[in-house]
């Protein structure tokens, strides 16, 4: 008796109306590379990171080590610090006897050496320098330990759902895993930051330059100098984890972040990042809806000091699309709430705009209000039903 596949036991029964087609958000709006773009990793993905559209994925939720790729929590942690007010980058941050002892990749700080915020991220960004992580883990939080406890933290909230960290620098450590998805998350939030690709994107620097000992700093992430466009972010490597490289690269508007972790050389890791960097530049492209400041439409608000609010683009709305989509193809559509009674909170959610390809959903933004908006006093109120009886 010949054996039946299931896909064509599902295709059969699909067809003959015994079970629903799959929904449009289960298709996946964006068609997804069929081809193999980093065979030789045992982890990888390829995203938009603008819109966190996944354009490429292989086995992107198992839980590897990532090695130095760490980092990349460790640098958003003090670009948050820095964003608010509690870190400048002209700080002295001091090296303790135990950021000192940190082996592997370092910038070989001495105990008590002192350097500023902003050399500690060259040395983190560009030379890897588990000793700069640590001092800066210590800086900010007081311990790496505390710090450790707001890297975990900041995963939750990041959704980060396959990753838990045990130190700040990626050095081998039990309970210490993160998956391509994830680190790509991470990725994604900390170019927020723009002002990271100054460090994340240099090929070569200096440390201790006025010293009778500088310290050259080359960038451990080569695509950064053979890969147009390529400005960050961070490499990683341990014999347990292989060679990991979570990459971004920007043309034409359109920003990628890709991610391969086990690969088993340096070479082979930069070969396919720059294939899916390739791939995603080649093949797909970023459509505007709206530039910043464009009207989106008009909220009506009950019983507020004003009773209309117009709804503007705060930052400029584009989707990811296949190239060579027809126009027909692309509709969008904004759908304000309904209903809506004042005091309304600055920022609180009002609506949505979503982006549909061939009436599947490509994406979906949450529109916020831009002010906030009081509740009217009586007065005015009667103020404003009389003046509409007698318009």
């Known amino acids: 008796m010949k054996k039946i596949s299931l896909s064509l036991l599902l295709a059969f029964c699909i067809s003959a109306g015994l079970l629903p087609p799959a929904s449009a958000e289960e298709k996946g709006a964006v068609q997804q590379a069929d081809v193999s773009l980093a065979p030789q990793s045992g982890s990888a993905i390829l995203m938009d990171a603008y819109t966190g559209t996944i354009v490429y994925e292989k086995n992107s939720h198992d839980k590897l080590p990532p090695a130095s790729i760490t980092k990349i929590m460790t640098m958003l942690l003090t670009m948050e610090a820095l964003e608010n007010g509690k870190l400048k980058l002209t700080d002295q941050v001091r090296a303790s006897e135990y950021a000192a002892s940190m082996g592997g990749s370092q910038i070989f700080l001495e105990p008590g050496e002192e350097m500023s915020v902003e050399e500690m991220l060259k040395g983190i960004a560009m030379a890897s320098g588990n000793d700069a992580s640590v001092a800066m883990a210590e800086k900010i939080a007081g311990s790496e330990q505390a710090f450790v406890r707001l890297m975990n933290d900041k995963a939750k909230e990041l959704g980060m759902k396959d990753t838990h960290f045990a130190?700040?620098?990626?050095?081998?450590?039990?309970?210490?895993?993160?998956?391509?998805?994830?680190?790509?998350?991470?990725?994604?939030?900390?170019?927020?930051?723009?002002?990271?690709?100054?460090?994340?994107?240099?090929?070569?620097?200096?440390?201790?330059?006025?010293?009778?000992?500088?310290?050259?700093?080359?960038?451990?992430?080569?695509?950064?100098?053979?890969?147009?466009?390529?400005?960050?972010?961070?490499?990683?490597?341990?014999?347990?984890?292989?060679?990991?490289?979570?990459?971004?690269?920007?043309?034409?508007?359109?920003?990628?972040?890709?991610?391969?972790?086990?690969?088993?050389?340096?070479?082979?890791?930069?070969?396919?990042?720059?294939?899916?960097?390739?791939?995603?530049?080649?093949?797909?492209?970023?459509?505007?809806?709206?530039?910043?400041?464009?009207?989106?439409?008009?909220?009506?608000?009950?019983?507020?000091?004003?009773?209309?609010?117009?709804?503007?683009?705060?930052?400029?709305?584009?989707?990811?699309?296949?190239?060579?989509?027809?126009?027909?193809?692309?509709?969008?559509?904004?759908?304000?709430?309904?209903?809506?009674?004042?005091?309304?909170?600055?920022?609180?959610?009002?609506?949505?705009?979503?982006?549909?390809?061939?009436?599947?959903?490509?994406?979906?933004?949450?529109?916020?209000?831009?002010?906030?908006?009081?509740?009217?006093?009586?007065?005015?109120?009667?103020?404003?039903?009389?003046?509409?009886?007698?318009?």
């Open 167 to 391: 130190n700040c620098n990626g050095l081998p450590a039990k309970d210490h895993y993160s998956s391509a998805h994830d680190i790509a998350l991470m990725s994604r939030e900390l170019l927020q930051y723009p002002q990271i690709t100054k460090y994340t994107g240099s090929y070569q620097d200096y440390l201790r330059k006025s010293s009778e000992k500088p310290f050259w700093l080359v960038n451990t992430n080569k695509l950064v100098r053979f890969y147009t466009g390529a400005d960050g972010l961070k490499t990683g490597y341990t014999s347990e984890a292989k060679f990991c490289l979570s990459a971004t690269a920007v043309r034409d508007g359109m920003r990628v972040v890709a991610v391969v972790l086990g690969e088993p050389n340096t070479k082979t890791r930069n070969s396919e990042i720059a294939s899916m960097f390739d791939y995603a530049f080649s093949q797909y492209a970023m459509k505007s809806l709206y530039n910043q400041g464009d009207v989106i439409g008009k909220l009506n608000i009950e019983k507020g000091v004003v009773p209309e609010l117009t709804i503007k683009a705060e930052q400029p709305y584009s989707v990811l699309v296949k190239k060579g989509a027809r126009q027909e193809e692309m509709r969008h559509e904004v759908k304000l709430n309904s209903g809506i009674k004042a005091p309304l909170k600055k920022g609180e959610v009002v609506g949505k705009l979503i982006v549909y390809q061939n009436n599947v959903k490509l994406k979906e933004f949450e529109l916020q209000s831009p002010v906030a908006v009081d509740k009217a006093g009586w007065w005015r109120l009667f103020k404003r039903t009389t003046s509409k009886l007698f318009s």
